[in-house]
């Protein structure tokens, strides 16, 4: 963290009263034990809940405006007093972290006075813990598990015997979560993608214990690479690599995502052509790990 990114959170979190200062202090470190515990829950919100819950508790009587700058204050804080990432990480993420953590306080600093959206505070709340670690255009949370429900639904609904015997014994363990941030999406391209993945191969490396790495999304459609050839290399370069597939479903956040920006993809939808789906895409870690030396090494 830059002096000047350190000021400004600084700046962020002193923005609350004398009393507030001394019960933030006084309750912070027990809620932040919490939401780490609760880290490695299926809910991605899980830690910035219990960190809301304890806002709430602190300050019942508190409303929007109040409560927006609160938790503003709090995040800044967080990641000034709690920030602890609990992997080792190679020197190609270490190296994102000036400019990456510089975007949350400017971020913050500029929401003091507006509504902070929930799915932006989550994802913040996860930042200033360590939670979550920057990886450029994709981010990884450290702590994620794959059901062996999901498998064996998959294997009933695919009718891949190897598919189920080659991932059943990677599931009993922690994987690594990858996600995007709508606010950071500047390297949204087959570069930023393969950057991204070259660190999450390399933060591999350093943690042997983590089975590999894991995402969810409408884009891991094998539809969507039909419908949209320019978005065929994310699901491509995973799944001939040697990444699984698994058909997660449907649902109105999905149609959302997925409608947005593409007429195509609108009318394909509008004709009952198309119906946006999930699908989570698992790399295992030597798999990937081969697969990042191969695109290092030309």
């Keep these: 963290m830059t002096d000047a990114t350190r000021s400004l959170f600084l700046d962020v979190a002193q923005n609350v009263s004398q009393k507030e200062d001394a019960e933030l202090s006084a309750a912070l470190p027990h809620a932040v034990a919490r939401a780490r515990a609760a880290a490695a829950h299926w809910d991605f919100g899980a830690p910035s809940k219990i960190v809301d819950g304890c806002i709430a508790g602190i300050f019942p009587a508190y409303r929007d405006d109040d409560l927006n700058r609160i938790r503003v204050a709090v995040v800044a804080r967080l990641a000034l007093e709690h920030s602890e990432v609990e992997d080792r990480l190679p020197a190609s993420v270490l190296a994102l972290y000036p400019s990456f953590l510089d975007r949350v306080a400017r971020f913050l600093a500029n929401t003091t006075g507006r509504t902070y959206k929930v799915d932006f505070y989550c994802k913040d709340v996860r930042y200033a813990l360590g939670l979550t670690v ?98 065929a290399y994310m699901r491509r370069n995973q799944i001939s690599s040697g990444a699984f597939s698994f058909y997660l479903g449907d649902a109105p956040h999905h149609t959302k995502n997925a409608l947005y920006a593409s007429r195509i993809r609108q009318d394909l939808y509008a004709e009952g052509k198309y119906l946006p789906a999930a699908y989570l895409i698992a790399w295992p870690r030597r798999r990937l790990i081969d697969w990042m030396r191969s695109v290092a090494t030309p």
């Design 134 to 231: 920057p990886c450029g255009l994709l981010q990884i949370d450290l702590r994620y598990s794959i059901g062996p429900k999901l498998i064996l639904r998959e294997f009933m609904r695919s009718g891949l015997p190897q598919m189920s015997c080659d991932l059943l014994p990677l599931v009993w363990g922690r994987w690594y979560n990858t996600h995007l941030d709508p606010r950071d999406m500047g390297e949204f391209n087959l570069g930023g993608w393969t950057a991204s993945f070259c660190r999450i191969g390399e933060t591999l490396e350093l943690n042997s214990a983590v089975r590999g790495a894991a995402g969810a999304s409408w884009f891991y459609d094998p539809m969507v690479s039909q419908i949209s050839p320019e978005l």
